[in-house]
């Protein structure tokens, strides 16, 4: 099966960008999720085999049922250590940007980012890139950014030289961008991959135990609580959403990542088209939305319309500047302005 991305002068510019380099900082977006680590640890995974220094730089926190991953404890957060990121940002050969489409998308990071003398490669699966790169690799067909790493190694005739500390970062990210599989995830190609990856003898179910059964069991109450108080369901739109405030965080004694996954739980209700999650930011007047959708309902330009945001057409996510009761009025109106999608 032929699952080559690059054309020959990407490929060659590729080539040459990494062979002329010796210290490479491969980066993703804020927050970074199971893809976004998943993504830079196996393209690290890939530079090291080369004899390069790969260092994985990530703007701030990622969830605790991802620090099982290899070489997670080689990750340095630029929120903890600002003055030795920007430091290796100037002297870098090279910066690497997974996982993300604008500079914006890095937060606080941005400015040592855009400003690194260093050429970019871009390897992203989100729409519109307008990162400054000198390749910029965009696929927003694929699945994932682990996906593009994957067949972007493989292209390169490097997979088979490289072991399990490569194959579980991508199967990870494969897995939770496509939630377990159950979305976006339709190409056959896509489990060609999984096949591949599998001969690294990873183990997949304990990938998904590891991630999708690591919770506390404050996360499991909290679960409970928001589809039992919480949830608005709207049949007549086949729309739901629930928030989350700032004194509930405290209350089920909140860690990042314990709301990941909830928006979808709600997606089993039988004929719901669009489910929609709003959290408040544990410290600033920010609002944190996640909306999911099924077939056709593009929930990514209901966020780029109401939510500041974006994403794909079936997983997206933005934000509001504003209190959590405005931002439930702003849900209302752009479930409203979707009605008619919505009921068909």
């Known amino acids: 099966m032929d699952i080559t991305i690059l054309n020959d002068a990407q490929l060659s510019q590729l080539e040459q960008l990494v062979a002329a380099a010796s210290t490479i900082i491969v980066t993703c977006h804020k927050s970074p999720d199971g893809d976004a680590i998943g993504s830079c640890l196996g393209w690290a995974e890939y530079l090291r085999s080369l004899g390069k220094e790969a260092i994985v730089i990530v703007p701030d926190q990622y969830p605790d049922f991802l620090l099982w991953l290899p070489n997670t404890e080689k990750v340095v957060r630029y929120d903890k250590h600002k003055t030795k990121c920007d430091m290796l940002f100037k002297i870098a050969d090279l910066v690497c940007c997974l996982d993300f ?10 400015a040592a980012l855009v400003s690194s003398p260093a050429p970019k490669v871009l390897i992203d699966h989100h ?51 496509t939630g377990g599989f159950l979305y976006n995830s339709s190409n056959p190609e896509i489990y060609f991959i999984i096949g591949e990856l599998l001969t690294k003898h990873i183990d997949k179910d304990r990938i998904y135990r590891n991630v999708y059964h690591n919770y506390s069991e404050d996360r499991i109450r909290l679960m409970g609580y928001v589809m039992y108080e ?51 930011d544990s410290e600033k007047p920010r609002i944190w939305l996640s909306l999911r959708s099924v077939d056709d309902f593009p929930c990514n330009k209901m966020a780029a319309e109401f939510f500041n945001g974006g994403g794909h057409l079936n997983a997206s996510g933005g934000h509001l500047d504003m209190t959590i009761d405005e931002a439930i009025q702003v849900v209302r109106q752009a479930i409203l302005a979707y009605a008619e999608q919505l009921k068909r």
């Not at 890139?129 to 965009?138: C, E, G, N, Y």
């Not at 194959?167 to 897995?175: D, F």
């Not at 928030?243 to 039988?270: C, M, S, W």
Request: proline share 6%; charged share 25%.
């Open 101 to 110: 489409n604008t500079p914006s998308r890095v937060n606080e990071m941005e």
């Open 230 to 280: 919480k949830l608005v369901y709207l049949p007549q739109y086949h729309a739901a959403y629930y928030a989350i405030t700032r004194e509930e965080q405290k209350r089920f004694h909140y860690i990042k990542g314990d709301a990941e996954g909830l928006v979808n739980i709600p997606q089993q209700i039988r004929g719901l088209k669009l489910s929609i999650s709003l959290r408040e």
């Open 127 to 177: 729409l519109d890139p307008d990162v400054p790169a000198a390749l910029t690799i965009s696929h927003p067909e694929a699945s994932s950014t682990s996906e593009l790493v994957f067949r972007i190694v493989w292209q390169l005739k490097a997979f088979e030289k490289l072991d399990k500390h490569f194959a579980i970062p991508i199967y990870c990210g494969m897995m939770t961008d």
